[in-house]
């Protein structure tokens, strides 16, 4: 194959990448190449651990998830945040071996708290490499993030993660900096993840690089509410709508899962990869309005690619509950490649 | 229309979007209530300011450009960076009156110094809004950054500006809060922008969202090297390449037009709003290595979505040679909505 152009079901696959093989090596080494003073990639595997010596008496945080979702994990490796990323093949879980040698590496004598988000393989994977890691002695936990409420309930699998363990992540690295003990880093993890809702929403879909197919299929003039990071399907597919409408069918499915009133908040706008920045301010124009409306306090509001799903067009609206501790740990300071405080 | 979808051309126009109308008031007031503490709208136009209080004795810095390249011009107002970002409608410049208006809200007694990217309406309008406010008393200059080295030479309007002048906007807002005057800031703008070189790269146009139309045609299979931030044409059409082929080219280019032998260079890998963040990565592992071998030393890499056209697909690369002071001035402390130190 000359280039990376190729046409599959009336679809072009136009990726800069050097094929669907080295894909996820190459990721992870163009990535720990820009910023060799925060990230180092562990050898012959695609684990990212900070650069940094590792404090004895803290908790080291582990995060990790397929590829395709860009800047995540690596990017949030660094000072207030992660210690490692694990990384799986395009959109799978990273496989238990992986995990395991990213626990053992980043281990110290306070122990590893790995966040998961809630996919069947990345909860199986991840209970695998901590059994392991546990048979030789190492104190790990985790917390399971579910923030999409657009999951049907009633499942036995529960909600779907989204974006929303991002904001995960810095509140519990926050927590690891300040020297607190294991379970007490997984308690405010847990108690962050529980104020913690998310819905997405999707236009486009991406084009796996592997096969060249697309994630899934909408209309020409569809969209559908709730679908979830590597194409699962939502709760309303729909035409097109506005951002004004489309924003509020977001937050009403939010607020139906989840008592904001009175409460303060952070808002995560989170682009999938191929909507514009441009379109995630107008969608926050209208969130600000409509929380306002609600009673509901916005403390900050982050917008970006935080969580991607490659080049696939839609975006997601989280809303994290903060009291005064976690408002502390969310200013915290940080310093990593994408988030810095 | 009910919503933003339409059929054009066989294309389809998915945005969440509000309308044409109001798009570029919407995008404003999005960012601005995303950050409260950093900007403020000035009222009844779309001209956001620094939300600190101005300190008589600094110089103001000022940057315009049309819609369509967010997070730019407004993600970069805060410490450190713009006081005053000035857009235009979508792909336009801003018009001279809002220009003045910006620069009137900002001034100090130390002056004004403007930003501009060469492009023939950027460049007018800016010189109109800078003689009126020349004429009220203001002292204001400007600094043009034309980092495109694929614009055909010869041609009187010289060469276009890509995402360099993100660069700059950190140098010039460093020095700027340093004290240092009126002449001394545009010095060490120009003197960032004579190192700085780029060159853009792309594969999918976007969709202009008042008429639904593409904003350049490309074969199906097709990319261009050099094409500019509105689609300008580039220096080369061909088939799809593979990242390290195609920053090879662009690189090339780069190295053809400047020489930064035995330089250390910030690095940046922009990309244009539709390619994932996931593709910067991987060019940037080639980046790394190409300029090792040519040996330049990389000081330090900025990877994302700085400066975009929408939903293109596509990327930039820029390298900007460092010395000891403009490495200070790029570490310097910023507090933007975008860049954080």
């Not at 995060?63 to 395709?68: E, H, L």
């Not at 999951?151 to 036995?156: D, E, L, N, P, V």
Request: with cysteine.
């Amino acid at each position: 194959m000359k280039g990376m152009a190729r046409k599959q079901r009336g679809e072009t696959v136009k990726k800069f990448i050097n094929g669907p093989e080295t894909l996820e090596a190459d990721i992870i080494r163009g990535l720990a190449l820009s910023k060799p003073g925060l990230l180092r990639q562990l050898p012959d595997c695609n684990v990212l651990v900070r650069q940094t010596l590792k404090r004895r008496d803290k908790v080291s945080l582990l995060f990790g998830c397929g590829s395709g979702h860009e800047p995540a994990p690596g990017g949030y490796v660094g000072y207030g945040m992660l210690d490692a990323a694990v990384p799986g093949k395009i959109f799978s879980s990273p496989t238990p071996d992986k995990i395991l040698k990213g626990i053992k590496e980043v281990q110290t004598e306070a122990g590893v708290l790995c966040l998961i988000v809630n996919y069947t393989g990345d909860v199986l994977n991840f209970r695998m490499a901590m059994e392991m890691a546990k048979m030789e002695g190492i104190a790990v936990e985790s917390v399971i993030v579910a923030d999409d409420v657009a999951t049907q309930k009633g499942k036995s699998v529960g909600q779907r993660g989204l974006a929303g363990v991002v904001l995960v992540m810095k509140i519990a690295g926050a927590e690891a900096e300040m020297g607190t003990d294991l379970y007490g880093v997984k308690e405010v993890a847990k108690w962050a993840a529980s104020g913690l809702r998310s819905v997405g929403v999707a236009c486009r879909p991406c084009i796996i690089p592997s096969d060249g197919e697309p994630s899934f299929e909408l209309g020409e003039m569809e969209m559908e509410i709730g679908m979830g990071i590597h194409g699962e399907p939502g709760v309303m597919r729909c035409d097109m709508m506005n951002a004004r409408d489309t924003a509020r069918q977001m937050l009403e499915l939010i607020l139906l899962d989840c008592n904001y009133e009175n409460s303060e908040v952070v808002v995560l706008i989170n682009g999938l990869g191929g909507t514009p920045i441009m379109e995630l301010y107008v969608i926050n124009e209208f969130v600000h309005q409509y929380l306002a409306e609600q009673g509901i306090v916005i403390y900050d509001t982050m917008i970006g690619n935080y969580m991607t799903s490659m080049e696939m067009g839609g975006f997601s609206i989280s809303l994290m509950r903060v009291d005064p501790h976690l408002k502390a740990l969310y200013d915290a300071a940080a310093v990593t490649p994408v988030i810095r405080r």
